[in-house]
């Protein structure tokens, strides 16, 4: 699956302006954008995500395009067949396990004698990320580790064709957070889906992509394969 983005836009507000030029194309099935805060990383995710909408430009996973100013094709963000992990992944905290990982999936494919109530393609990662004893539990009764694979879990249920990963550990403190980075390494060597992994720390990009794009003011200024990455500038 390969992804090629071209997007501009242009933003203004309080006299500041912030011009995005954001151009990469990569086959490569973990891809990581780099840069320091302010770079343009989240707007880029966004556009890709169709949460925001460039003023020119495409954006295209494999055959599909999901926005192309030029043919006028602006595909809603649940059109697009991509999963958006947010900072920190947001579990809903008063929903348990299973209630986390059924959000959002249609109903229509569940079969209802099931005790979980949730559809074969949530049950199937449920069963691989071993969440099964946890599916009654709140988020707040799990490990770092528990809560990264059930956000995983309930991205990947839906199917997506790529996945989106937005800063999952810039709140977490060291230690934590290079075991999370190590968890998620060994999830993402299971997986078949491409995923795009924003972030300004670059020991994410050794152990979680083939290949990095590095960011300042919101254009891409080099690429790299993300093992043997060093930083032209601090982030
Ligand atoms: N609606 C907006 N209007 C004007 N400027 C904006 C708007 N949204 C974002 N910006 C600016 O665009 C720039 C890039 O923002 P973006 O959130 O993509 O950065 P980032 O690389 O994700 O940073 P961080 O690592 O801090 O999240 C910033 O300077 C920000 O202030």
């Known amino acids: 699956m390969s992804i090629d983005v071209s997007i501009k836009l242009l933003l203004s507000s309080g006299g500041r302006q912030f011009n995005l030029d954001m151009a990469f194309a990569s086959q490569a099935r973990r891809i990581a954008l780099f840069g320091p805060s302010g770079a343009g990383k989240t707007l880029t995710l966004k556009s890709i995500a169709g949460l925001l909408r460039p003023d020119s430009g495409h954006v295209k996973v494999g055959e599909r395009v999901l926005f192309d100013s030029s043919q006028g094709i602006c595909l809603k963000p ?15 905290p008063h929903l348990t396990v299973g209630q986390n990982i059924g959000f959002g999936l249609s109903t229509g494919i569940c079969n209802p004698g099931k005790r ?3 559809p074969d393609e949530a049950m199937y990662w449920v069963r691989t990320f071993e969440l099964e004893p946890l599916l009654g539990n709140y988020p707040d009764q799990l490990s770092g580790g528990q809560r990264q694979r059930v956000a995983l879990a309930r991205a990947l249920a839906t199917r997506p064709d790529i996945l989106l990963l937005d800063e999952p550990f810039s709140a ?37 992509a083939d290949t990095v794009f590095e960011l300042v003011d919101g254009s891409v200024v080099s690429s790299c394969p993300g093992a043997t990455f060093n930083p032209a500038l601090p982030a």
């Open 172 to 208: 977490l403190q060291e230690s934590l957070r290079r075991k999370l980075r190590e968890e998620l390494a060994e999830l993402q060597a299971r997986l078949t889906v491409p995923t795009v992994l924003i972030t300004h720390d670059p020991q994410d990009v050794r152990l979680l």
């Open 78 to 92: 649940q059109q697009r067949r991509l999963a958006y992990l947010f900072q920190e992944y947001a579990l809903f």
């Open 116 to 118: 979980s109530g949730l």
